[in-house]
């Protein structure tokens, strides 16, 4: 796969993460396995966003306060709790570090132009974007947005819903 250019690749040595470490609690190292759609799709959302796009590094390399807009996750070869149909199995998903609640909202409606399902969570400063379409949860089932609070998932009919929702919570 060939890397954009507009894409900051962290130095891997200098991380000391190796390619593949175990899911969840680290990046698989998004780029070496996250097809270039999704990844473009993210290029552009960041331009939308004024953000560099920063691929890979977990909370533990890089800390809470590091890069707003950096993925945390893509391509993962496990998922926890045997979720055997997530789209990051697929390498169809981005999880992305974008910050407080109101800065997810602002991500995750700019992000519905190029993505088509859209994951808040408040809690941790994250939103989820994949690229399955209507025909995918037709197929595997899953919700076309949904919240994550106190590690519970709220399913919803669609990202104003999940927002409304995030606030009132």
Same mark, same amino acid.
């Given at each position: 796969? &060939?890397?954009?250019?507009?894409?900051?690749? %962290?130095? $891997?040595?200098? /991380?000391?993460?190796p390619?593949? +470490?175990?899911?969840?609690?680290?990046?698989?190292?998004t780029?070496?396995?996250?097809?270039?759609p999704?990844i473009?799709?993210?290029i552009?959302?960041c331009?939308?966003?004024?953000?560099?796009p920063?691929?890979?590094g977990?909370?533990?390399?890089q800390?809470r306060?590091?890069?707003v807009?950096?993925?945390?996750?893509g391509y993962?070869?496990? &998922?926890k709790?045997d979720d055997?149909?997530? %789209?990051? $199995?697929f390498? /169809?998903?981005?999880?992305?570090? +974008?910050?407080?609640?109101?800065r997810?909202?602002?991500?995750?409606?700019?992000?519905?132009d190029y993505?088509?399902?859209i994951?808040?969570?408040p809690e941790?400063?994250?939103?989820?974007?994949?690229?399955?379409n209507?025909?995918?949860q037709?197929?595997?089932?899953?919700?076309?947005?949904?919240?994550r609070?106190?590690?519970k998932?709220?399913h919803q009919?669609?990202?104003?819903?999940s927002?409304?929702?995030?606030?009132?919570?």
């Open positions: 796969m &060939i890397i954009p250019a507009a894409l900051y690749v %962290p130095n $891997l040595a200098k /991380l000391r993460t390619r593949q +470490v175990a899911a969840p609690e680290a990046d698989l190292i780029i070496w396995r996250t097809p270039y999704v473009k799709r993210y552009n959302l331009g939308d966003m004024r953000t560099i920063f691929a890979g977990t909370y533990q390399q800390g306060a590091g890069k807009g950096r993925i945390l996750s993962r070869d496990e &998922i709790d055997d149909n997530s %789209p990051h $199995l390498a /169809l998903a981005l999880d992305i570090a +974008v910050g407080d609640l109101n997810q909202i602002a991500w995750a409606r700019k992000a519905q993505f088509y399902r994951g808040l969570y941790n400063g994250i939103i989820h974007v994949d690229l399955c209507r025909n995918w037709r197929r595997y089932g899953g919700p076309a947005s949904w919240v609070i106190g590690g998932y709220y009919d669609g990202l104003e819903k927002i409304t929702f995030a606030l009132e919570a």
